[in-house]
């Protein structure tokens, strides 16, 4: 059976009325309120058509309808007017930026803060993830005779700092000529890069320092792999609590538990790789999220992603609405980031 064109603007009708209304649709108010050139009777053919196909549910024994994943599928993918944000919203993501220059990690959970406030759903965010980011400049810093300070700046302006051991007392004048020396080869490497290279090529560029290298350098790519984790942002979670999807505790419940499970909001997240992406119920491949869709956008800084935000919502969402705030907010984002990183 074929989704004729007056089948899918009956299609669109419920969705949109359900997403405003959170009731079940009935073909009297299809009728009335969205098609009123079509009877009641026949909006009541073309639903029992949709509902055969997948494309809505009756819930118990109401008489309307509600639209099922599938339903909302096709409503994002293809039905749904695509808005652009209004002047006044994106005046006020734009100032809010300006208003919140300062260090990287800030701005992020700052964005995140500013997204769930604006779609009034819960957000979520990933600062940018270290590994991601290329190396600007490393300094190896003496504390004592058995621990050195490894200083490791990134051209997305993340500094790590991590106290790795030694055996032997090395010179500080030693120190800088092994800083010197992984400056000038690793500079511009991305981290994920740089902790695979193979310091014993006989042409690394080590020469007379291999003893020492073999000493610090075990420390300092263990150093960076433990610094792979980038820190999650949530807000927001409060706002779909005064949703009648969560008047269910249980539903309720689940959802917050998944909030507070930072490895699962960071698998969520660190899978973002497109500039926006919807992903609707039973899509989600975390079970708690099922009844929940997520849209997710990526950030980037030289035309590199290194992190990513994200709306979480009832599958009832707005989805025009948000996907054009996250995409205004993503854009600004990203230009705010230059204009951080380059001063």
């Known amino acids: 059976m074929s989704l004729g064109s007056r089948k899918q603007l009956i299609l669109r009708a419920i969705i949109e009325d359900y997403i405003n209304t959170a ?12 098609l009123t050139d079509i009877s009641p009777a026949t909006i009541r053919n073309e639903m029992a058509d949709l509902e055969d196909m997948g494309y809505i549910e009756q819930p118990h024994t109401s008489a309307g309808r509600i639209p099922s994943d599938k339903g909302y599928r096709l409503y994002v993918d ?25 260090e990287i990690d800030r701005l992020i959970k700052h964005a995140s803060k500013l997204l769930s406030g604006m779609t009034k759903y819960a957000s979520i965010a990933m600062a940018p993830q270290f590994k991601k980011t290329c190396l600007k400049h490393l300094q190896l810093i003496k504390v004592d005779s058995n621990n050195i300070l490894a200083v490791i700046v990134t051209d997305a302006g993340i500094i790590k700092n991590s106290v790795l051991r030694t055996e032997t007392d090395i010179e500080v004048d030693v120190l800088d000529k092994i800083s010197r020396i992984l400056n000038e080869k690793l500079l511009g490497l991305s981290i994920e890069d740089l ?31 433990y610094s792979e984790r980038a820190e999650i942002y949530y807000d927001g979670a409060a706002n779909l609590l005064e949703l009648p999807e969560y008047n269910d505790i249980q ?14 909001l960071f698998d969520i997240l660190n899978d973002v790789s497109k500039d926006t992406s919807v992903i609707i119920g039973k899509e989600n491949k975390v079970h708690q999220l099922k009844d929940c869709s997520l849209i997710t956008a990526t950030y980037s800084y030289n035309g590199r992603i290194i992190g990513s935000i994200g709306v979480l919502g009832p599958t009832r969402m707005k989805y025009s609405k948000v996907i054009s705030i996250v995409d205004c907010l993503t854009q600004n984002l990203n230009d705010i980031l230059t204009q951080i990183i380059k001063t």
């Open 23 to 34: 009731e079940p649709v009935g073909s009297r108010t299809v009728s009335k309120k969205y």
């Open 78 to 102: 293809k039905l749904m007017s695509q808005k652009t944000i209004n002047q006044q919203d994106y005046e006020f993501i734009k100032k809010e930026f300006l208003d919140t220059i300062g």
């Open 195 to 225: 902790v695979k290279i193979d310091f014993t090529d006989p042409d690394n560029g080590i020469s007379g320092y291999e003893q020492i290298f073999a000493k610090v350098l075990p420390e300092l790519l263990q150093a960076l792999k």
């Open 251 to 264: 539903k309720a419940k689940d959802f917050l538990n998944v909030l507070d499970e930072n490895e699962l």
